[in-house]
């Protein structure tokens, strides 16, 4: 009978993230893409891992960076990985661009959702391709934009109110990195995942590159932080 209706070993489903990421934000600047992300792994609410790695290239014309399970995320760089191995095999001189990646991954993420069987991420997708630049987000659930920045996480709180008021078309390279590290900056005050190791990751025509590991400098002095409960005698 057991063999009929199955055990409950057949099917099995991730009920919630063990290890996972905080925010990615993501922009378009004069020349590209540039995307940046601590690298943080907390394990429940521990901040456990410091050396987790949350952005990687894609093809030739991409780059996906990832919050939440870090697992999944692996899942997905592992049909990443085959999709273009299958690209390539054609040697038909093309070579999928960002776009395209974008909606192979909202597609992925929509079917597991169906399945009641989701991977839990949140991804940007950045990249250059015959001179256009794109950007595009997806959730966990299949819900994707495209858009001049993005963020994922508690970043699209925090951040865009930022990149709202600061972010324009003819950004250059340093203005943009100064501009992705005043968000890093605030998340790393306000949210209790971040940690003060972070990769700044850029693509252009010209290719991928990804920073080694950095911390950003920080003030812990405001008087907020150092007496947050004035004015709030007697609440909880």
């Avoid at 099917?11 to 601590?38: E, H, W």
């Avoid at 080694?212 to 409960?229: D, G, H, I």
């Amino acid at each position: 009978m057991n063999n009929l209706i199955g055990s409950d070993a057949d099917s099995q489903r991730t009920l919630y993230p063990y290890v996972t990421g905080t925010s990615v934000v993501g922009i378009k600047y004069k020349d590209g893409i540039l995307l940046a992300a601590d690298m943080g792994g907390s394990y429940g609410s521990t901040l456990r891992y410091k050396t987790v790695e949350r952005m990687k290239s894609v093809g030739k014309h991409s780059i996906i960076g990832a919050s939440g399970e870090i697992s999944d995320f692996q899942e997905i760089m592992r049909y990443l990985d085959e999709l273009i191995l299958y690209d390539n095999m054609w040697d038909d001189g093309n070579s999928f661009g960002p776009k395209e990646v974008h909606n192979y991954l909202t597609r992925v993420m929509y079917n597991r959702r169906n399945k009641f069987n989701p991977l839990w991420n949140s991804l940007v997708l950045g990249g250059v391709k015959n001179g256009q630049k794109y950007l595009g987000t997806v959730n966990m659930i299949g819900v994707h934009y495209e858009d001049n920045h993005v963020a994922t996480g508690f970043g699209n709180h925090l951040s865009r109110p930022i990149l709202r008021d600061e972010w324009h078309e003819n950004l250059t390279f340093e203005e943009g990195v100064k501009l992705l590290e005043k968000c890093m900056r605030v998340l790393l005050y306000r949210d209790r995942s971040a940690v003060n190791k972070l990769q700044i990751a850029k693509i252009t025509e010209e290719g991928v590159t990804i920073s080694q590991p950095y911390s950003l400098k920080t003030f812990w002095n405001f008087a907020a932080f150092q007496n947050p409960t004035v004015g709030a005698e007697g609440s909880w």
